[in-house]
């Protein structure tokens, strides 16, 4: 993962407003925007329209582009708010939008709206009704202009948060005074696999083929090697653009594999980005033509598997000393291991083997610069006495708002008992 030194100092809980510098266009251009003129083309035109013949390879006109990029700002003040939410499943994501009065700076400025419970796995048809609540706002990178993203969490009519509704569970979790007095830092690096529409089979594979052993991938440059940089530079600056606080990206071990760090974010605020950037994402793979998958493991064999490690750090862990910190950290991380392990990814037994740089899923393990281990610690940390660990265990697919208030919970809420402190200390080699 790429250096994460200090959060946003912008949390995307506001947007700032850029109409003032949107220009009216000329009315001699308005033609163009529906009819792209070519001098080297023949027109014949009739009373009510005119239809331009190419001479190049594309016969026909790509209006439907034109529209796509119209800029509606100079022309009204409404804008389009695509209101985002997490389905029945838990890691699909819908979406839908509305026209908003004016530009908004805050989410307490949108209205409140609802769904079709039925249709998305959460809710039974004769009550079907959800409603969704807004709660963060970034820029729209594919409408532009003042038109915005806005990340949701689901109610039942009368205010209580349905079952996947995981968001409420962590606002409350980082709303308490501990919490909010220890500043948690998250730095989630999310992994992702690139597949071909059709076979859904990695990008950059031979159908019903593999392409030579890992090794050359990582990092890597050649069209032999790099399989989807367009998909993951396309992403890097929409994120960029929408205010999402991405840190990094790179190509992964397996071909056709990517990652890319959120972070460092400040409690809540790491779910709302890794959530909109995944929605992103998800619009990019559709753009292209490719379709993005988050399985854990999604070729079998000798392939590595695709996680979301979590970088994470406290106060007092940031501060001198703060060693002492993380070993109680680990510590607690270690009596609630299978708690963690249950809330981290659909399928990650698949790829928690001990394998392929990852622990095995039903032992815990710690170590300094041990990418084998379920927490590692850098070795920049040990030598400072100071800054953070890393939770390996979290698949691809894992809830953001599940994982960062669990481990916030886990270490700074939850207190063992001395007991099982001791043993634990023992049995890991912590002298805390």
């Not at 830092?185 to 529409?197: D, H, K, V």
């Not at 070795?379 to 698949?395: S, V």
């Amino acid at each position: 993962m790429a250096q994460i030194l200090a959060p946003s100092t912008q949390w995307q809980t506001r947007i700032t407003k850029n109409s003032a510098n949107a220009r009216p266009i000329p009315a001699k251009m308005l033609g163009s925007l529906l009819f792209k003129q070519n001098t080297k083309g023949t027109a014949r035109s009739t009373s009510n329209f005119r239809v331009f013949a190419m001479k190049s390879e594309n016969s026909t006109i790509n209006r439907m582009e034109d529209l796509l990029n119209l800029d509606v700002t100079p022309y009204t003040n409404k804008i389009i708010a695509e209101y985002i939410w997490i389905g029945g499943s838990g890691i699909d994501l819908r979406s839908k939008s509305r026209t908003i009065s004016k530009p908004v700076e805050h989410p307490s400025e949108l209205p409140k709206w609802n769904y079709d419970g039925s249709s998305t796995g959460q809710a039974p048809g004769e009550d079907s009704e959800v409603i969704l609540y807004p709660q963060a706002i970034f820029k729209d990178p594919f409408r532009g202009g003042n038109n915005i993203l806005v990340i949701c969490d689901t109610y039942t009519p009368a205010g209580e948060p349905i079952p996947t509704n995981k968001r409420h569970r962590a606002a409350e979790i980082f709303s308490s005074k501990k919490v909010v007095d220890e500043v948690p830092w998250f730095g989630i690096e999310q992994e992702y696999t690139l597949l071909q529409t059709n076979v859904k089979w990695p990008l950059g594979w031979p159908v019903g083929g593999y392409p030579g052993p890992q090794g050359p991938y990582y990092c890597a440059a050649g069209a032999d090697k790099s399989f989807g940089r367009d998909i993951s530079d396309a992403h890097y600056k929409a994120c960029l653009y929408a205010g999402i606080n991405i840190s990094g990206t790179n190509g992964e071990v397996m071909p056709g594999q990517w990652e890319y760090q959120v972070g460092p974010s400040v409690g809540i605020e790491a779910g709302d980005h890794v959530w909109c950037s995944r929605y992103i994402l998800e619009r990019i793979t559709e753009q292209a033509g490719v379709v993005l998958s988050l399985d854990p493991k999604p070729i079998e064999g000798d392939w590595n598997g695709a996680g979301c490690h979590t970088n994470y750090s406290t106060k007092t862990m940031r501060e001198d000393g703060g060693f002492e910190a993380i070993k109680k950290a680990i510590l607690n991380l270690s009596l609630r291991h299978k708690d963690h392990i249950s809330a981290y990814g659909e399928g990650n037994e698949r790829r928690l083997t001990g394998k392929h740089e990852t622990a095995n899923i039903n032992t815990f393990s710690w170590g300094v610069a041990n990418r084998g281990c379920s927490v590692r610690v850098g070795r920049e940390t040990e030598k400072q006495g100071k800054g953070y660990l890393e939770d390996r265990r979290p698949a691809s697919n894992m809830d953001p708002y599940i994982v960062t208030s669990l481990l916030a919970e886990t270490t700074i809420l939850w207190e063992p008992t001395l007991e099982a402190e001791a043993l634990a200390a023992q049995k890991l080699a912590l002298k805390v």
